[in-house]
């Protein structure tokens, strides 16, 4: 497996008013709770996306999620995590209409 970096760029709606500060402490505290609680990803074939390591950074039309992680390729850490975090959006009402985008993929290191 490689390790990879990537950064989900998650955005509030577009009419929506920017997050205030304590919003913004809010939607941090949860992204951090959602993400801990991620022990792996499942996908198909039995492919296996596994965190390592995350950080988050709110401003005012949402958050930058940056993760780090073991998959078998790029383009399956990039879906595993965006699929993931399109549910967790999904399942919170703080997160009501909000969007991901996932950024570029880089590797840090690949199998010997």
């Given at each position: ?30 992204f ?10 499942q ?10 390591a ?12 940056d ?43 690949g199998?010997?």
């Open positions: 497996m490689a390790v990879f970096t990537l950064t989900l760029h998650t955005h509030i709606p577009d009419d929506a008013e920017p997050l205030t500060e304590a919003k913004a402490v809010e939607v941090g505290a949860l951090g709770a959602l993400l801990n609680g991620v022990v792996r990803i996908g198909p074939d039995d492919v296996v996306v596994r965190p390592l995350y950080r988050v950074r709110v401003h005012e039309r949402g958050a930058l999620l993760l780090r992680c073991t998959a078998p390729g790029a383009g399956l850490a990039a879906l595993g995590w965006r699929l993931t975090l399109r549910q967790m959006l999904r399942e919170s009402t703080l997160f009501d209409g909000w969007s991901v985008d996932v950024g570029p993929v880089s590797t840090v290191h199998d010997s």
